[in-house]
């Protein structure tokens, strides 16, 4: 089974704080997602990666940064956190072309 | 403009009914198309995939493909109270394939 490994599920952190969410899969995956999911608002995609050191923006990157050093390994960094960017963020990876497969979602919260 | 939308919900049916759901695209050239579940709380799954034209069965789920219509849907067939989630569509968008793409979603809740 692919398992896609995220390293919190829940996280609360404050105003300012930097904050760094790890995510970890096991197949080999070449594609590496993260999104964040807001009620009536659906998953945005806020960067992706298809390769080691490679990385696009998503739809809503401001305020996120993303690194990948290994290919099984994608961080998703908020520089300075703020109240906004309380969410649901979730992890996904997959091969290109094919359905992506998700963590279990890190629920951050920021005071 | 989304480049995924889905039709509002949410939808309630009774138990046996059908449930239809639908996805436009704005990409024409996307090749790759997804429905996913997601229950309360949890992450998505993959329910269906599908990549060419016209329909595709699996158990009460089938899913519908028109490219020149931009168009993709999802039938739930005798839905069950187990239906009762939220259904995104992706899409795999181009020039490079590897990006997906969700929609909003549509909450389905199957009335007993």
Known sequence: ?111 | QKEVEQNSGPLSVPEGAIASLNCTYSDRGSQSFFWYRQYSGKSPELIMFIYSNGDKEDGRFTAQLNKASQYVSLLIRDSQPSDSATYLCAVNERPNDYKLSFGAGTTVTVRA
């Not at chain 1, 096991?26 to 998953?43: A, I, K, S, T, V």
């Not at chain 1, 696009?56 to 908020?78: A, C, N, Q, T």
């Not at chain 1, 996904?92 to 998700?102: H, K």
């Open chain 1, 1 to 111: 089974d692919v398992k896609v490994t995220q390293s919190s599920r829940y996280l609360v952190k404050r105003t300012g704080e930097k904050v760094f969410l790890e995510c970890v899969q096991d197949m080999d995956h070449e594609n590496m997602f993260w999104y964040r999911q807001d009620p009536g608002l659906g998953l945005r995609l806020i960067y992706f990666s298809y390769d080691v050191k490679m990385k696009e923006k998503g739809d809503i990157p401001e305020g996120y940064s993303v690194s990948r050093e290994k290919k099984e390994r994608f961080s998703l960094i908020l520089e300075s956190a703020s109240t906004n960017q309380t969410s649901m963020y979730l992890c996904a990876s997959s091969l290109q072309g094919y359905e992506a497969f998700f963590g279990q979602g890190t629920r951050l919260t920021v005071v």
